[in-house]
């Protein structure tokens, strides 16, 4: 059974940081690529990063590109996000996700298993 769960959310002022974290279990992570999305309430769920398998590949959103890392340690089964720089636009729910085939990064249906999501409120 593969399991995704989130942790690291919370509530920041606008300018400060918060790394997220995505334990994993019940699968090779190596053969996975993972992502970061997030989500506003009444609207579509967007791709913020996605890292491959072994690391090799990794991608940004433009409006987060400069100010996010993603990273994975496949020894610990995790998948990090660190946020600095933080805006009051990035407050979202945050969900990590993991895909087996192709399909593009940005894309929720090319997503295997999803997260329960942990909520990010940047204030003024």
């Known amino acids: 059974q593969v399991q995704l769960v989130e942790s690291g959310g919370g509530s920041v002022q606008a300018g400060g940081s918060m790394r997220l974290s995505c334990a994993a279990s019940?699968?090779?992570?190596?053969?996975?690529?993972m992502g970061w999305f997030r989500q506003v309430a009444g609207k579509e769920r967007v791709g913020v990063a996605r890292?491959?398998?072994?690391?090799?590949?990794?991608d940004y959103a433009g409006s987060v590109k400069g100010r996010f890392t993603i990273s994975r340690d496949n020894s610990k089964n995790t998948l990090y996000l660190q946020m600095n720089s933080l805006k009051p636009e990035d407050t979202a729910m945050y969900y990590c996700?993991?895909?087996?085939?192709?399909?593009?990064?940005?894309?929720?249906?090319?997503?295997?298993?999803w997260g329960q999501g942990t909520q990010v409120t940047v204030s003024y």
């Open positions: 996700a993991a895909k087996y085939n192709g399909g593009w990064w940005q894309s929720a249906q090319a997503y295997d298993y």
């Open positions: 890292i491959s398998g072994n690391s090799g590949a990794i």
């Open positions: 019940g699968y090779n992570p190596s053969r996975y690529s």
